[in-house]
């Protein structure tokens, strides 16, 4: 595919699947916003990019935070110009059944691996619409329809990612946004390790 021209937001781009990702759009011609709240690696993985002559540009972002959210898109619009892909790829995977997860556990899980994406496509999709159409990926996880033992927390929000996929590409799809989930198996990453 040819991504010359356009811009993408890679969440989790520092390592991964995020960066990954980043890699493949780069290589396609993309200006990529790098997106990752561990400003350090980040700023390693964009020294990385612009060396070989890719476009890039590290944005250090708590995903999970409404106002980090909105700031980072505005500062890919400034920077770029627009926005027409958004890829979220940041994620953690946290352990514990019903009763041994903590309350804040519970709720880190959720707002990094879910609200995350509503926040994206919050302050994502009216830049889109901007642009006459765009798309939005979300990495879920087989573990959505089919949780091992131990993960109730990563579990329950990679599902809920399937919901909120569903109900954006409903919402967006007279705006020519297309909203889709990837369901990936065990990926040998870092936070697989």
């Not at 899980?109 to 830049?127: E, Q, R, W």
């Not at 619409?129 to 329950?156: D, E, M, P």
Request: with cysteine; aromatic share 6%.
């Amino acid at each position: 595919m040819d991504f010359v021209g356009k811009v993408v937001i890679v969440t989790g781009a520092a390592k991964g699947m995020g960066f990954g990702a980043a890699v493949k759009f780069a290589n396609e011609g993309a200006s990529v916003a790098l997106v990752d709240n561990d400003a350090a690696i980040l700023s390693t993985v964009e020294k990385n990019f612009l060396s070989s002559g890719k476009k890039v540009k590290a944005f250090p972002t708590d995903v999970s935070n409404a106002k980090d959210v909105e700031k980072m898109v505005a500062g890919v619009v400034a920077e770029f110009g627009a926005l027409d892909v958004i890829a979220n790829c940041a994620g953690i995977q946290t352990y514990g059944d019903a009763v041994e997860t903590t309350e804040e556990i519970w709720d880190k899980t959720l707002d990094v691996n879910v609200k995350s994406m509503f926040l994206t496509a919050k302050y994502g999709v009216p830049h889109m619409r901007k642009r006459g159409g765009g798309a939005i990926v979300n990495i879920s996880s087989v573990q959505s329809i089919g949780a091992q033992k131990q993960v109730v927390a990563y579990s329950t929000s990679k599902g809920a990612i399937n919901a909120l996929t569903r109900a954006m590409a409903m919402d967006f799809a007279v705006d020519k946004i297309r909203v889709n989930s990837v369901l990936p198996g065990s990926v040998d990453t870092p936070l697989l390790r």
